[in-house]
């Protein structure tokens, strides 16, 4: 969902106040066999059957002269395909857990991310996103009165020469590029006025869904559409999570995604400023019906998807995660954090996604998805797969 986006985190990404990004030595580390966590999964395989066919779709995208790195290794993406079917056939044959593990542990080379600085090796943050569903007008209309926009005809989408990547920039009155308005100056100018798609009646939500990068908005007939990230104005993320730390206001333990909501509700006169601090500022398209899709053109897949930053991470081979989940009650009350592990796919990407010591989980939409992805901030560690006996192709 590209999660500024993309889609790319929740995070969430307003709670990731400290993003501890950096690779103590190299991305990732390639694990002797005795060294391999035990690779049980705690959902059904169903799910995750449906993002290996997906992620096998994208990598078959790919130049087929393409490669990639996994530490000391180097592989084509054929092997990469390869690799992905040999798990697809190990799923359809339905094993049960203890069975699974052992294939895994027997058949693939296993590579662990290097984490975050000044953290021992493979230490992770794990945040998480969500679908948010929010209520708007397709007119201006009180209580709908805070927009958000498609990308305007003074964006200007260019990629950068060195690496390919696409950027967000602006034309000034001597056509030079130059970057893009940041939030403060969009809204207060109305740079963006005349592109407005649809309106929200709380400019929180509509700080979230940038944030989120998709969303769902009933609409005042009753109907639902989807949108999602189309593109933003290529200016860096700041974190607002991490304003409030950093100015005292909360504490690193309490900020969460309810907790800021919390704050920004009984200080109203502070709510506007706190919400510029993050000049990113993110333009959205109305999507089709279904899943959000990622920054790799392929729909999510709730609890089995995660964003990573391709700058150091892979995104071309299955995954398998480690950390904690919340147990919540009827009430919405996280009680307590079990652990958590699970094979997921690396499908997204997001702005305070970065570095080998960062993943963000995608879970979905509804009560509990809202819960996980707003308080989730725990410690994991991720693992990368791909299957034994490649053998350079003989020149």
């Given at each position: 969902?590209?999660?500024?986006?993309?889609?790319?985190?929740?995070?969430?990404l307003i709670v990731l106040f400290l993003i501890l990004n950096g690779c103590a030595k190299a991305p990732l580390d390639k694990l002797?066999?005795?060294?391999?966590?035990?690779?049980?999964?705690?959902?059904?395989?169903?799910?995750?059957?449906?993002?290996?066919?997906?992620?096998?779709?994208?990598?078959?995208?790919?130049?087929?002269?393409?490669?990639?790195?996994?530490?000391?290794?180097?592989?084509?993406?054929?092997?990469?395909?390869?690799?992905?079917?040999?798990?697809?056939?190990?799923?359809?044959?339905?094993?049960?857990?203890?069975?699974?593990?052992?294939?895994?542990?027997?058949?693939?080379?296993?590579?662990?991310?290097?984490?975050?600085?000044?953290?021992?090796?493979?230490?992770?943050?794990?945040?998480?996103?969500?679908?948010?569903?929010?209520?708007?007008?397709?007119?201006?209309?009180?209580?709908?009165?805070?927009?958000?926009?498609?990308?305007?005809?003074?964006?200007?989408?260019?990629?950068?020469?060195?690496?390919?990547?696409?950027?967000?920039?602006?034309?000034?009155?001597?056509?030079?590029?130059?970057?893009?308005?940041?939030?403060?100056?969009?809204?207060?100018?109305?740079?963006?006025?005349?592109?407005?798609?649809?309106?929200?009646?709380?400019?929180?939500?509509?700080?979230?869904?940038?944030?989120?990068?998709?969303?769902?908005?009933?609409?005042?007939?009753?109907?639902?559409?989807?949108?999602?990230?189309?593109?933003?104005?290529?200016?860096?993320?700041?974190?607002?999570?991490?304003?409030?730390?950093?100015?005292?206001?909360?504490?690193?333990?309490?900020?969460?995604?309810?907790?800021?909501?919390?704050?920004?509700?009984?200080?109203?006169?502070?709510?506007?400023?706190?919400?510029?601090?993050?000049?990113?500022?993110?333009?959205?398209?109305?999507?089709?019906?279904?899943?959000?899709?990622?920054?790799?053109?392929?729909?999510?897949?709730?609890?089995?998807?995660?964003?990573?930053?391709?700058?150091?991470?892979?995104?071309?081979?299955?995954?398998?995660?480690?950390?904690?989940?919340?147990?919540?009650?009827?009430?919405?009350?996280?009680?307590?954090?079990?652990?958590?592990?699970?094979?997921?796919?690396?499908?997204?990407?997001?702005?305070?996604?970065?570095?080998?010591?960062?993943?963000?989980?995608?879970?979905?939409?509804?009560?509990?998805?809202?819960?996980?992805?707003?308080?989730?901030?725990?410690?994991?560690?991720?693992?990368?797969?791909?299957?034994?006996?490649?053998?350079?192709?003989?020149?």
């Amino acid at each position: 969902m590209q999660k500024e986006t993309n889609s790319y985190s929740f995070i969430l990404l307003i709670v990731l106040f400290l993003i501890l990004n950096g690779c103590a030595k190299a991305p990732l580390d390639k694990l002797a066999p005795g060294n391999f966590p035990r690779f049980v999964d705690d959902l059904q395989l169903e799910g995750l059957l449906t993002a290996s066919v997906r992620h096998l779709h994208y990598l078959n995208t790919l130049p087929d002269k393409s490669s990639f790195t996994f530490g000391p290794d180097t592989y084509p993406v054929s092997w990469l395909r390869e690799s992905i079917n040999s798990f697809i056939d190990i799923l359809k044959q339905d094993p049960d857990s203890d069975e699974l593990a052992r294939i895994i542990h027997e058949n693939f080379t296993v590579y662990q991310a290097g984490g975050r600085k000044e953290h021992p090796r493979g230490a992770m943050l794990i945040t998480g996103y969500y679908e948010p569903f929010f209520h708007g007008s397709l007119t201006r209309q009180p209580p709908y009165l805070y927009p958000l926009y498609a990308p305007p005809e003074s964006l200007v989408q260019v990629r950068n020469p060195q690496n390919g990547n696409l950027q967000f920039k602006r034309r000034n009155k001597k056509e030079q590029l130059v970057p893009y308005w940041t939030r403060k100056e969009i809204e207060e100018q109305r740079i963006a006025a005349g592109n407005e798609l649809v309106y929200l009646d709380n400019p929180v939500d509509a700080f979230i869904l940038h944030v989120q990068g998709s969303g769902k908005i009933q609409l005042l007939d009753g109907s639902i559409r989807s949108i999602h990230y189309a593109a933003s104005n290529g200016l860096e993320y700041f974190s607002i999570g991490k304003l409030l730390v950093d100015q005292g206001k909360m504490s690193l333990e309490e900020a969460s995604i309810p907790s800021i909501r919390s704050y920004l509700r009984e200080h109203p006169d502070e709510q506007q400023n706190i919400l510029y601090h993050n000049i990113k500022f993110i333009f959205f398209n109305w999507a089709p019906d279904g899943e959000p899709v990622g920054s790799l053109g392929e729909p999510l897949v709730a609890g089995r998807s995660i964003a990573v930053d391709p700058d150091v991470l892979p995104q071309t081979a299955p995954a398998f995660l480690q950390s904690r989940k919340p147990v919540v009650d009827n009430y919405g009350t996280i009680m307590e954090w079990i652990p958590m592990q699970r094979f997921v796919f690396p499908q997204d990407t997001g702005s305070a996604i970065k570095g080998s010591g960062r993943a963000d989980l995608y879970w979905g939409n509804g009560n509990y998805a809202k819960q996980a992805a707003g308080n989730m901030k725990e410690e994991g560690t991720l693992y990368f797969l791909v299957k034994n006996n490649f053998e350079e192709p003989k020149k």
